[in-house]
């Protein structure tokens, strides 16, 4: 077991930290001498127990394990319930009781669709007394389009998406990713032909290796062709550091491991090894970005507004070549040439070195392998998290020692293999979910409960979410009638024509819009495996004078006199059924009444001022 250094209470530093400083110190000093001597020692593997490493939980293969046996034979819907249920009676305790079927249309629109329910599909659920409603609302929502761009939204932060660099100089944007649209064109795509997941990474990886792939397929490459690029790119230094960013993108988004920690040392947690890095950076050291037409040709443009429409950015094999391990990450220090291979953690008895150009449909292939035990496991935990608000596993990108455990270890390896089992169906595996009797309790919460489980890791209860910035936005520009269905080239966020989805918004390195960051999308130069949470005044102050807002709101009042007619408890409650999926009560009604009596102010109607106030509400803001 590894153990992180212990913390000082009185110092808020590390134990011993003044002594570890005079190690480092002293190390750093021997190391400097053994660089100048040239006898710094090449980095050896042969420490660790790769047998005993391999036993470790997120690195044996998932076995589909036993239902555990429960008392309340009632309450699973589908099996991973009983895992669920198993947990919670091992602790005397019970799950929350059925949400009501207003939270459950609006909590499923919001989770597959990542907008709210019409008023209308909402009546129209509440009235259908078949069996089979709620099964059927779902595969509703899985078969809208819809469906891709909400998952999109939450993949292209893992691929760290983005349509320029995060360094300009003067004009020059040669760097920079006109056409990044048709690799988020492609993710949408794929979810919604609910391509199986492992083909869905073999693509990313080497989609022009696969025979039969061409034509958009190729799009899936901007995965790795709209990585980081540097200036100064052909030095060895710069070029290090672009693979760097090949490495940790892959081996986080995809197999849950840090590996690119391993690149100046061996890894303190994990068992990866600096050769185990270096095997796979020669891949991408083996392997061009480039802008390439559809007829095969490079686009040579120097500036962004000169290329052409069709070029996609992708990547290609370039000179093939091994590695030298540089010790210590210093590239004027080189140690023995690393063959390209996959991690000896996770190579299989028939692996062994990359021989087909760069290695990537190798590295693809055992990646996308059934044999591997982080694949499935890493994707089943995503989406465990993006349904239900908390991973099984809490560090989604860190399955290692470094990471922490699983709290339903079982339920994780069984959502894994079903995910396999159902030829790798993200669908499948997020039906499973929202079916579940787990999916669909309330997000009150016990005292009882809370006491025992305040972070909710048993899964008594649904959890609370807050909307991402992208539902928020998106749920403003539909209540006030103003959403556009449509994607292709990205637009400015900011841009006032803008209103489509904010998944087709331009996401920049260089900088990020000022909207996005203040709700906490992630920062696109790295790959992104959570969001922060945060709520500042700021963000309060946005919502009360942003012009876009003001905008929704004066849209909204408009729409509301058109439908609901000249009565303001009308208008009032179809604002609520827009907003909120519910009627108001009778205090929330009273209070709205006597609001909109009061005289208007000079910018803003009174409707207008009540239109905004019901966009920014919390109820607005979260999903129960």
Same mark, same amino acid.
């Given at each position: 077991?590894?153990?992180?250094?212990?913390?000082d209470?009185?110092?808020?530093?590390?134990?011993?930290?003044?002594w570890?400083?005079?190690?480092?110190?002293?190390?750093?000093?021997? =190391?400097?001498?053994?660089?100048?001597?040239?006898?710094?020692?090449?980095?050896?593997?042969?420490a660790?127990?790769?047998? @005993?490493?391999?036993?470790?939980?997120?690195? $044996?293969?998932?076995?589909?394990?036993?239902?555990?046996? %429960?008392?309340?034979?009632?309450?699973?819907r589908?099996?991973?319930?009983?895992?669920?249920?198993?947990?919670?009676?091992?602790?005397?305790?019970?799950?929350?009781?059925?949400?009501?079927?207003?939270?459950?249309?609006?909590?499923?629109?919001?989770?597959?669709?990542?907008?709210?329910?019409?008023?209308? @599909?909402v009546?129209? #659920?509440?009235?259908?007394?078949?069996?089979?409603?709620?099964?059927r609302? %779902?595969?509703?929502?899985?078969?809208?389009?819809?469906?891709?761009?909400?998952?999109?939204?939450?993949?292209?932060?893992?691929?760290?998406?983005?349509?320029?660099?995060?360094? $300009?100089?003067?004009?020059?944007?040669?760097?920079?990713?006109?056409?990044?649209?048709?690799?988020?064109?492609?993710?949408?795509?794929?979810?919604?032909?609910?391509?199986?997941?492992? @083909?869905?990474l073999? #693509?990313?990886?080497?989609?022009?290796?696969?025979?039969?792939?061409?034509?958009?397929d190729?799009?899936?490459?901007?995965?790795?062709?709209?990585?980081?690029?540097?200036?100064?790119?052909?030095?060895?230094?710069?070029?290090?550091?672009?693979?760097?960013?090949?490495?940790? !993108? %892959? !081996?986080?988004?995809? =197999?849950?491991?840090?590996?690119?920690?391993?690149?100046?040392?061996?890894?303190?947690?994990?068992?990866v090894?600096?050769?185990?890095?270096?095997?796979?950076?020669?891949?991408?050291?083996?392997?061009?970005?480039?802008?390439?037409r559809?007829?095969?040709e490079? /686009?040579?443009?120097?500036?962004?507004?000169?290329?052409?429409?069709?070029?996609?950015?992708?990547?290609?094999?370039?000179?093939?070549r091994?590695?030298?391990?540089?010790?210590?990450?210093?590239?004027?220090?080189?140690?023995?040439?690393v063959?390209r291979?996959f991690?000896?953690?996770?190579?299989?008895?028939?692996?062994?070195?990359?021989?087909?150009?760069s290695?990537? =449909?190798?590295?693809?292939?055992?990646?996308?392998?059934?044999?591997?035990?982080?694949?499935?496991?890493?994707?089943?935990?995503?989406?465990?998290?993006? #349904?239900?608000?908390?991973?099984l596993?809490?560090?989604?990108?860190?399955?290692?020692?470094?990471?922490?455990?699983?709290?339903h270890?079982?339920?994780?390896?069984?959502? &894994?293999?079903?995910?396999?089992?159902?030829?790798?169906?993200?669908?499948?595996?997020?039906?499973?979910?929202?079916?579940?009797?787990?999916?669909?309790?309330?997000?009150?919460?016990?005292? &009882?409960?809370?006491?025992v489980?305040?972070?909710?890791?048993?899964?008594?209860?649904?959890?609370?979410?807050?909307?991402?910035?992208?539902?928020?936005?998106d749920?403003?520009?539909?209540?006030?009638?103003?959403?556009?269905p %449509?994607?292709?080239?990205?637009?400015?966020?900011?841009?006032? @024509?803008?209103?489509?989805?904010t998944?087709?918004?331009?996401?920049?390195?260089?900088?990020?819009?000022?909207?996005?960051?203040?709700?906490?999308?992630?920062?696109?130069?790295?790959?992104?495996?959570?969001?922060?949470?945060?709520?500042?005044?700021?963000?309060?102050?946005?919502?009360?004078?942003?012009?876009f807002?003001?905008?929704?709101?004066?849209a909204?009042?408009?729409?509301?006199?058109?439908?609901?007619?000249?009565?303001?408890? /009308?208008?009032?409650?179809?604002?609520?059924?827009?907003?909120?999926?519910?009627?108001?009560?009778?205090?929330?009604?009273?209070?709205?009444?006597? #609001?909109?009596q009061?005289?208007?102010?000079?910018?803003?109607?009174?409707?207008e001022?009540?239109?905004?106030?019901?966009?920014v509400?919390?109820?607005?803001?979260?999903?129960?």
């Amino acid at each position: 077991m590894r153990e992180p250094l212990r913390t000082d209470v009185s110092s808020g530093q590390p134990r011993g930290v003044r002594w570890i400083t005079l190690f480092v110190l002293a190390g750093c000093w021997i =190391l400097s001498f053994g660089r100048a001597n040239g006898s710094s020692p090449a980095p050896a593997d042969e420490a660790i127990h790769w047998q @005993e490493e391999r036993q470790f939980w997120s690195f $044996q293969p998932p076995k589909l394990p036993a239902r555990p046996a %429960v008392r309340n034979e009632t309450w699973p819907r589908q099996p991973l319930d009983y895992f669920i249920l198993a947990r919670l009676e091992a602790r005397e305790l019970q799950p929350a009781v059925e949400a009501d079927r207003r939270t459950l249309v609006r909590r499923l629109s919001f989770d597959l669709n990542g907008l709210p329910p019409t008023p209308e @599909e909402v009546k129209a #659920f509440l009235e259908d007394q078949r069996g089979d409603a709620y099964e059927r609302l %779902v595969e509703r929502l899985l078969a809208s389009p819809r469906f891709g761009e909400k998952m999109a939204s939450l993949w292209l932060p893992l691929a760290r998406y983005a349509e320029d660099q995060a360094h $300009q100089v003067g004009s020059d944007t040669k760097y920079f990713y006109p056409n990044a649209y048709k690799y988020r064109e492609w993710v949408i795509d794929a979810f919604n032909r609910d391509l199986s997941y492992a @083909e869905f990474l073999r #693509f990313q990886l080497a989609a022009d290796k696969i025979e039969g792939v061409a034509g958009a397929d190729l799009a899936a490459l901007g995965f790795l062709g709209l990585g980081p690029k540097y200036y100064g790119r052909k030095r060895l230094e710069v070029m290090a550091d672009e693979w760097e960013d090949r490495v940790d !993108t %892959v !081996t986080r988004t995809m =197999l849950g491991l840090t590996v690119a920690c391993a690149r100046c040392h061996d890894h303190k947690y994990e068992p990866v090894t600096m050769r185990d890095y270096y095997a796979l950076a020669g891949v991408f050291a083996s392997t061009e970005m480039v802008n390439k037409r559809p007829d095969g040709e490079i /686009d040579k443009a120097g500036k962004e507004e000169e290329m052409t429409s069709a070029t996609l950015h992708m990547v290609q094999d370039g000179e093939v070549r091994d590695l030298h391990v540089f010790l210590r990450g210093n590239v004027e220090n080189q140690g023995p040439v690393v063959e390209r291979r996959f991690l000896q953690l996770l190579d299989p008895p028939a692996g062994g070195r990359f021989e087909e150009g760069s290695g990537r =449909l190798e590295l693809a292939d055992a990646i996308a392998s059934p044999d591997n035990p982080l694949t499935a496991r890493v994707m089943a935990n995503r989406v465990w998290g993006w #349904f239900t608000g908390r991973p099984l596993a809490p560090t989604p990108s860190n399955l290692g020692h470094s990471g922490e455990p699983p709290s339903h270890p079982e339920l994780l390896d069984h959502l &894994a293999v079903r995910l396999m089992a159902a030829d790798w169906s993200v669908k499948s595996l997020a039906r499973e979910i929202v079916l579940s009797s787990a999916y669909r309790q309330v997000s009150d919460e016990d005292p &009882a409960l809370a006491t025992v489980d305040p972070g909710n890791a048993l899964f008594g209860r649904m959890n609370r979410r807050r909307l991402s910035v992208e539902q928020w936005r998106d749920s403003v520009l539909w209540v006030a009638g103003n959403l556009e269905p %449509v994607g292709g080239r990205s637009l400015e966020l900011d841009d006032p @024509e803008n209103h489509r989805r904010t998944v087709y918004a331009r996401v920049s390195r260089l900088k990020l819009n000022d909207f996005l960051m203040q709700f906490d999308y992630p920062d696109a130069n790295v790959h992104a495996e959570d969001r922060a949470v945060t709520t500042t005044p700021t963000q309060k102050l946005f919502l009360l004078n942003s012009p876009f807002v003001i905008e929704q709101a004066k849209a909204l009042a408009a729409r509301l006199a058109v439908e609901a007619g000249h009565a303001d408890a /009308d208008r009032v409650r179809r604002a609520y059924g827009l907003l909120l999926s519910r009627e108001p009560d009778a205090a929330e009604l009273g209070l709205a009444l006597d #609001f909109l009596q009061l005289p208007d102010s000079p910018e803003m109607s009174r409707w207008e001022q009540y239109a905004q106030v019901l966009m920014v509400s919390n109820e607005m803001l979260y999903v129960d």
